[in-house]
Nanobody, 127 residues
């Protein structure tokens, strides 16, 4: 059974930093796509960043490039989202998602229709 457990998040002032984590179990972690999504009130969910665990390939949506970093700790089956220079528009509920794949790449992991999702964590950035 696949389980994704998220931690991190919270409230921070603009310009601050937060780190989210997502620990996966039940997936073939050595060949998996893991992504972070967010949803602001009244807006559609959007993909933020994605990572292919097989080769650490990463993909970012334009609005977070240079500010967010997705990376993994293979020994702990955990993917992190380091968020720096946060802006008010980064506010929202953040979800991680994961799936085992036979093959992956950065862009593939970004557009994948994920079957498994974490519980979500709130990020609030005040200006």
């Amino acid at each position: 059974q696949v389980q994704l457990v998220q931690s991190g998040g919270g409230s921070v002032q603009a310009g601050g930093s937060l780190r989210l984590s997502c620990t996966a179990s039940g997936v073939t972690y050595s060949r998996a796509c893991v992504a972070w999504f967010r949803q602001a009130p009244g807006k559609e969910r959007e993909g933020v960043a994605a990572l292919y665990t097989g080769d650490d390939a990463t993909y970012y949506t334009n609005s977070v490039k240079g500010r967010f970093t997705i990376f993994q700790d293979k020994a702990k089956n955990t993917v992190f989202l380091q968020m720096n220079n946060l802006k008010s528009e980064d506010t929202g509920m953040y979800y991680c998602a994961a799936d085992s794949v036979d093959w992956g790449s950065d862009s593939y992991c970004y557009v994948l229709e994920y079957n498994y999702w974490g519980q979500g964590t709130q990020v609030t950035v005040s200006s």
